[in-house]
């Protein structure tokens, strides 16, 4: 597969704010697979791999005043001393291209039979290969299913999932000037249990699991980037299923999902303004408390109904609903003339 961006942005937020943004990014993929098929065995191997380079061309007009910056002077008594004085504008530009971002992957699974048409166990190992900092990451995982006569199947999976940040922010995380060529991969340990029920017109499955996140990755003021956060989600999958077969078939959907994170490492702006002696603006997210993501998504229904009313004629319907993303007002806020 290979997929190119490309953008052209023109921000104008407001009087005091321009943003203007070019941008393009490249990505190649590759996979195959290899399977053999035993009487009590099913192995299944693979390779693939990720090629990924991007560009980023940015400018930024700002007139005001940085997050944090005091607008008081103790030694004029306390009194403004910023109305008195011209109001800075600021600009910022920046011409970045990312190096060659290239990750190698290999699997290797095994579906073994353990009691004929009832019991199977799942084995498998995921090995990636980061070219940047020659990191590798290897995840196993494992899985059971417990097959009953009447169609019914239990099942019990868990395993680690890594993920390496190579199209993240453009390719700019594991760049060495921008970025930080040590960052680790993010990874989650997930556990899944699930229940099916095959019918001859219908299919029905719920699953509940759980997932924890470790070397989240997040700004950091000193290194730019950094393995500092950590996540937890949890909830429950259901899916329904009328199969092809008379005039309605269609399927159900629905999502329940808690998700936190926590940052847990950085440098604060008051000890990289001792350190450097430079001024910035507070991090948006909040350090040693939990704080639902920008990408929290509560509740997930979906719908999908198909109605044949003849040979030449059918009715297609399909209906989606999501709780809204999680949103914080403004609710002050100081103009200066």
């Given at each position: 597969?290979?997929?190119?961006?490309?953008?052209?942005?023109?921000?104008?937020?407001?009087?005091?704010?321009?943003?203007?943004?070019?941008?393009?990014?490249?990505?190649?993929?590759?996979?195959?697979?290899?399977?053999?098929?035993?009487?009590?065995?099913?192995?299944?191997?693979?390779?693939?791999?990720?090629?990924?380079?991007?560009?980023?061309?940015?400018?930024?007009?700002?007139?005001?005043?940085?997050?944090?910056?005091?607008?008081?002077?103790?030694?004029?008594?306390?009194?403004?001393?910023?109305?008195?004085?011209?109001?800075?504008?600021?600009?910022?530009?920046?011409?970045?291209?990312?190096?060659?971002?290239?990750?190698?992957?290999?699997?290797?699974?095994?579906?073994?039979?353990?009691?004929?048409?009832?019991?199977?166990?799942?084995?498998?190992?995921?090995?990636?290969?980061?070219?940047?900092?020659?990191?590798?990451?290897?995840?196993?995982?494992?899985?059971?299913?417990?097959?009953?006569?009447?169609?019914?199947?239990?099942?019990?999976?868990?395993?680690?999932?890594?993920?390496?940040?190579?199209?993240?922010?453009?390719?700019?995380?594991?760049?060495?000037?921008?970025?930080?060529?040590?960052?680790?991969?993010?990874?989650?340990?997930?556990?899944?249990?699930?229940?099916?029920?095959?019918?001859?017109?219908?299919?029905?499955?719920?699953?509940?699991?759980?997932?924890?996140?470790?070397?989240?990755?997040?700004?950091?003021?000193?290194?730019?980037?950094?393995?500092?956060?950590?996540?937890?989600?949890?909830?429950?999958?259901?899916?329904?299923?009328?199969?092809?077969?008379?005039?309605?078939?269609?399927?159900?959907?629905?999502?329940?999902?808690?998700?936190?994170?926590?940052?847990?490492?950085?440098?604060?702006?008051?000890?990289?303004?001792?350190?450097?002696?430079?001024?910035?603006?507070?991090?948006?997210?909040?350090?040693?408390?939990?704080?639902?993501?920008?990408?929290?998504?509560?509740?997930?229904?979906?719908?999908?109904?198909?109605?044949?009313?003849?040979?030449?004629?059918?009715?297609?319907?399909?209906?989606?609903?999501?709780?809204?993303?999680?949103y914080t007002p403004v609710i002050g806020r100081t103009a200066y003339?």
């Amino acid at each position: 597969g290979y997929t190119f961006h490309y953008g052209d942005y023109y921000f104008f937020t407001d009087e005091n704010s321009v943003f203007s943004i070019d941008n393009w990014d490249h990505l190649i993929q590759y996979r195959s697979d290899l399977t053999y098929s035993g009487k009590t065995h099913k192995i299944k191997t693979g390779v693939g791999g990720y090629y990924f380079s991007g560009n980023l061309d940015l400018s930024i007009t700002r007139t005001g005043f940085e997050s944090g910056t005091p607008t008081s002077n103790p030694n004029q008594g306390g009194a403004n001393f910023w109305l008195q004085s011209d109001v800075p504008t600021r600009q910022f530009e920046q011409k970045y291209r990312s190096k060659p971002n290239i990750l190698l992957n290999y699997y290797i699974q095994d579906d073994i039979m353990l009691v004929k048409d009832r019991l199977f166990w799942n084995v498998g190992l995921h090995i990636n290969w980061l070219e940047a900092g020659g990191q590798v990451g290897f995840d196993p995982r494992m899985g059971f299913k417990l097959s009953f006569k009447n169609g019914l199947d239990l099942k019990l999976a868990a395993g680690i999932f890594s993920q390496f940040p190579i199209t993240k922010e453009f390719g700019r995380v594991l760049d060495d000037k921008y970025g930080n060529p040590d960052i680790k991969p993010e990874k989650s340990y997930h556990v899944v249990l699930g229940i099916e029920k095959d019918w001859k017109k219908y299919f029905a499955r719920i699953d509940f699991f759980g997932k924890y996140y470790t070397d989240l990755i997040t700004e950091d003021y000193e290194k730019n980037y950094i393995n500092g956060a950590v996540g937890y989600s949890y909830g429950v999958d259901f899916f329904f299923q009328k199969k092809l077969g008379g005039r309605l078939d269609g399927w159900i959907s629905y999502s329940f999902i808690i998700t936190q994170r926590k940052i847990t490492d950085r440098i604060s702006r008051e000890d990289y303004y001792t350190k450097t002696g430079e001024i910035r603006g507070d991090y948006e997210e909040p350090k040693n408390k939990w704080f639902s993501p920008d990408y929290d998504r509560r509740h997930t229904l979906n719908i999908v109904l198909n109605y044949e009313f003849s040979k030449k004629w059918k009715l297609s319907t399909t209906i989606k609903f999501g709780t809204g993303f999680p949103y914080t007002p403004v609710i002050g806020r100081t103009a200066y003339d």
